[in-house]
């Protein structure tokens, strides 16, 4: 069964770190709203949900997959690149590793967990403001001798990886050539984001589903096309946090 360990958003969520989208208002009550609704498509996609507290003094605290990148074999507990977002990482710490033997990424290293896409035994990682190469390097030597293979991506005008791109199946990557270099997935089938809505290639492979930004129909048709179990989930408040859905869950198989 599926595990999928989550957090309740602090209503200081407005508070969170900012790279490349303007601050605006985010509705706290909205928010928490459409995280109950999120840990709902969980469930619905077979998922047992652990459902942890709020924590008002992280406000990007809801973004649990940035704390941790889980494999089969083990769970790296990352080192995030930000002051304000490090605390976070002792807190999900304990409950990873009920689940999963843990190792660790140390400072300087930095790297967060959704700069990490994995696609069977690769693992992209993309060179952002938040993760540099000492910290690819420490997830490349960790990783190895499980069998991993570590490929670092340059990226363009995109906070994490995942932003930019994630895995439709096993053999298809869904991106915004934009923000990515195709040629980095070459050997796979690519498949654009509709024009129109450039932030919808952050999608979450739960199962044999496919949860989608609700904001992105289009794109969303396009999936549904493949024959595949595509569930639109609205998170619009958290993508005004630089959020998706990826972002708010943390998978264990």
Same mark, same amino acid.
């Given at each position: 069964?599926?595990?999928?360990?989550?957090?309740?958003?602090?209503?200081?969520?407005?508070?969170?770190?900012?790279?490349?989208?303007?601050?605006?208002?985010?509705?706290?009550?909205? #928010? #928490?709203?459409?995280?109950?609704?999120?840990?709902?498509?969980?469930?619905?996609? %077979?998922?047992?949900?652990?459902?942890?507290?709020?924590?008002?003094? &992280?406000?990007?605290? $809801?973004?649990?997959?940035?704390?941790?990148?889980?494999?089969?074999?083990?769970?790296?507990?990352?080192?995030?690149? $930000?002051?304000?977002?490090?605390?976070?990482?002792?807190? @999900?710490?304990?409950?990873?590793?009920?689940?999963?033997?843990?190792?660790?990424?140390? /400072?300087?290293? =930095?790297?967060?967990?959704?700069?990490?896409?994995? $696609?069977?035994?690769?693992?992209?990682?993309?060179?952002?403001?938040?993760?540099?190469?000492?910290?690819?390097?420490?997830?490349?030597?960790? =990783?190895?001798?499980?069998?991993?293979?570590?490929?670092?991506?340059?990226?363009?005008?995109? &906070?994490?990886?995942?932003? #930019?791109?994630?895995?439709?199946?096993?053999?298809? @990557?869904?991106?915004?050539?934009?923000?990515?270099?195709?040629?980095?997935?070459? %050997?796979?089938?690519? &498949?654009?984001?509709?024009?129109?809505?450039?932030?919808a290639a952050n999608t979450a492979r739960v199962g044999e589903s496919l949860l989608v930004g609700a904001s992105f129909p289009r =794109?969303?048709?396009?999936? /549904?096309?493949?024959?595949?179990?595509?569930?639109?989930?609205?998170?619009?408040?958290?993508?005004?946090?630089?959020?998706?859905?990826?972002?708010?869950?943390?998978?264990?198989?």
């Open positions: 069964m599926l595990t999928a360990i989550t957090r309740e958003p602090a209503r200081s969520l407005s508070g969170c770190e900012l790279t490349y989208v303007a601050r605006q208002p985010i509705d706290a009550g909205r #928010a #928490a709203a459409q995280h109950r609704d999120y840990r709902r498509a969980l469930e619905a996609c %077979g998922a047992r949900v652990v459902a942890l507290p709020a924590v008002e003094g &992280l406000p990007d605290s $809801v973004f649990v997959e940035d704390a941790a990148v889980v494999l089969e074999e083990l769970a790296v507990i990352t080192s995030p690149g $930000v002051a304000s977002r490090r605390a976070e990482v002792g807190l @999900i710490e304990p409950e990873v590793a009920r689940l999963r033997p843990v190792a660790r990424i140390l /400072a300087p290293a =930095t790297l967060e967990g959704g700069d990490v896409l994995r $696609v069977g035994r690769r693992l992209f990682v993309g060179l952002s403001p938040r993760t540099n190469r000492a910290g690819v390097e420490a997830l490349e030597r960790l =990783t190895a001798p499980h069998g991993y293979e570590v490929a670092p991506i340059a990226l363009r005008d995109c &906070l994490h990886l995942k932003t #930019a791109c994630t895995a439709a199946d096993d053999g298809t @990557i869904l991106l915004n050539p934009a923000w990515v270099d195709a040629e980095a997935f070459r %050997g796979y089938e690519l &498949l654009a984001v509709h024009p129109a809505e450039p932030w =794109t969303a048709e396009a999936l /549904a096309r493949r024959g595949l179990d595509v569930r639109p989930v609205d998170v619009s408040e958290f993508a005004k946090a630089e959020g998706g859905l990826t972002c708010m869950s943390l998978i264990f198989k």
